[in-house]
């Protein structure tokens, strides 16, 4: 994935006409999109002056639509149908620009085989799909039910694409993933696969924490395993990054990072194009019978010299009490109670002074029974996404300071209750992908939630979707729950260097706004996203920047 906040869930609402305005935020719309049905649930990517994105109709028809970069009109829409795959049809994963090429991407189970496939299908410069596809992975897996997931992320350069797949298999009690980078051509530039055994460690927790690919086309994967020694009664702490640097022809090294007494719950990765590695994440507490409590008891951050492996700094930063009161009340923070597991990693920001901000989001996804009978059943499924814990860690791993945005945004609808959730987890095992939406769930609502943070000129704004009786509250225990996404209103905080907030209203509550779905959206710059907004029938492409 680049750094382009990508996997972030965004709100903001504006005037269907020309341009809207909050404060130093601007933005322009292009010309109305056809009523047609069909919602954009992913911005590809800008090339050769056209944005390609993707939408969806219905349930799993896919549609190529196409716009001029200067006037984001609607320039053609191609559906997306792939060619028959070994006689089986494929089930789309995504769209991606990947240098001066865009493709699509289908994978399928190929049960007498006991394969999971990815295949890639190239598509012409006129939204035109190829029928002759390429091959990219033919895993062996167990069965369908254990057939893993695929995860993708880009470059920072754009020409790179790093492709996991990963699963976790009952029978054999182990891990198995298989990473691969491949130049916008689709050749395979690296690959590697791994197994990780469970044998003789049942209550393993194997967690592949976070992986990425550098401005060098350097690999790193970040492991972390956890398990109790109930011989030596203590629990046992294995994280590491595993990296596969281009320069030394891919070969796997493993940098350990050792410390007692805590616990890693999530990590964050950020490789730099100073050859410096940053991991950020939360931490537990251990007790004192080496069971780690899996509350979260505040921030770590480390660097690694990627040129040498050194760990250069490592720092757990407790939360202060200021932070533990917004989040857990002050009654609990008076006892020093930790604070509960549900926040995810939103975004991780380099700072200009060599320092960064973490962006943690509480989110939780309430699945619900299922009602109906066979394909005629559909699921309930809620989206909740509350409060940002916004942390600024100075260039040495500690925390210049720590702030909360407040908001409760929540969204519920219900599917065809068909596995829409991509599966690679299984017992013990997981693979972080901090604040994501699948495709199969997008533009049904929780792309409406969250919040898209903006860094320029070394000021960080945060833009969310809110309720209009929030208009000029800060206080976490006054917000009101933001319900009806589409009555929304846009709020921006701004955050001085000492973490102050200064919260920005729209001057006039106009009926009738666009709503813009910030899940669906592509920074191309520092300071220029283009973003996409609709409100009922009404939908357009917009551009967003900070002007001061």
Request: proline share 3%; hydrophobic share 35%.
């Amino acid at each position: 994935m680049k750094h382009i906040l990508r996997v972030l869930l965004f709100l903001f609402v504006l005037n269907l006409n020309a341009q809207g305005k909050l404060g130093p935020i601007s933005i322009s719309y292009g010309q109305e999109i056809k009523e047609d049905k069909e919602k954009i649930v992913r911005i590809a990517g800008e090339l050769n002056g056209k944005i390609y994105t993707l939408a969806r109709k219905g349930k799993k028809k896919y549609f190529l639509k196409m716009f001029s970069a200067d006037k984001m009109e609607v320039l053609g829409t191609q559906q997306v149908e792939f060619s028959e795959y070994k006689g089986k049809d494929l089930t789309f994963e995504d769209i991606i620009v990947i240098g001066n090429k865009i493709y699509a991407f289908g994978s399928l189970y190929d049960r007498k085989a006991k394969e999971n496939h990815l295949v890639g299908f190239p598509i012409s410069v006129d939204g035109k799909l190829s029928k002759k596809g390429q091959i990219l992975f033919n895993t062996k897996v167990t069965k369908k039910r254990e057939r893993g997931a695929f995860y993708f992320k880009e470059s920072p350069t754009g020409d790179r694409l790093l492709i996991m797949h990963a699963a976790y298999f009952d029978k054999k009690e182990e891990v198995q993933y298989e990473v691969k980078l491949f130049n916008e051509n689709l050749e395979a530039e690296m690959t590697n696969l791994e197994t990780v055994p469970f044998e003789d460690r049942r209550d393993l927790e194997f967690n592949i924490a976070d992986f990425d690919v550098s401005v060098y086309d350097d690999i790193f994967i970040v492991i972390n395993e956890s398990y109790r020694d109930r011989k030596k009664k203590k629990n046992i702490e294995k994280f590491e990054v595993h990296a596969f640097k281009k320069e030394n022809g891919y070969a796997k090294e493993i940098i350990k990072i050792d410390f007692t007494n805590r616990e890693v719950i999530n990590c964050e990765l950020l490789a730099t194009n100073k050859d410096v590695l940053h991991l950020v994440g939360f931490y537990s507490g251990v007790r004192k019978n080496g069971k780690a409590h899996k509350k979260l008891r505040g921030i770590y951050a480390g660097t690694i010299d990627v040129k040498t492996n050194e760990v250069t700094n490592l720092k757990f930063n407790k939360f202060d009490y200021e932070t533990k009161v917004k989040l857990i009340g002050e009654r609990r923070a008076k006892k020093d109670k930790d604070v509960k597991p549900l926040y995810k990693t939103h975004s991780l920001i380099e700072k200009e002074d060599g320092g960064l901000f973490l962006l943690s989001e509480y989110q939780e996804i309430i699945v619900g029974r299922s009602q109906g009978i066979g394909p005629l059943a559909v699921q309930p499924i809620v989206y909740i996404n509350n409060e940002i814990i916004v942390t600024s860690l100075n260039q040495d791993g500690s925390i210049a300071w720590t702030n909360v945005i407040p908001k409760k945004q929540k969204a519920g609808f219900s599917v065809f209750s068909l596995g829409i959730f991509g599966f690679a987890g299984g017992n013990n095992f997981s693979v972080g992908v901090g604040i994501s939406i699948p495709i199969a769930v997008a533009g049904r609502g929780p792309e409406y939630l969250s919040a898209i943070p903006i860094y320029e000129d070394g000021q960080l704004t945060v833009v969310f979707n809110d309720n209009k009786k929030n208009i000029g509250v800060t206080d976490i225990e006054e917000i009101r729950k933001l319900g009806n996404y589409n009555k929304a209103i846009p709020t921006a905080f701004v955050f001085d260097d000492q973490g102050k907030i200064t919260r920005i209203d729209p001057e006039e509550v106009q009926k009738n706004q666009l709503v813009i779905r910030p899940g669906v959206y592509y920074r191309k710059g520092p300071n220029d996203y283009i973003i996409y907004a609709s409100r009922k029938s009404k939908d357009k492409l917009g551009r967003m920047q900070i002007k001061k």
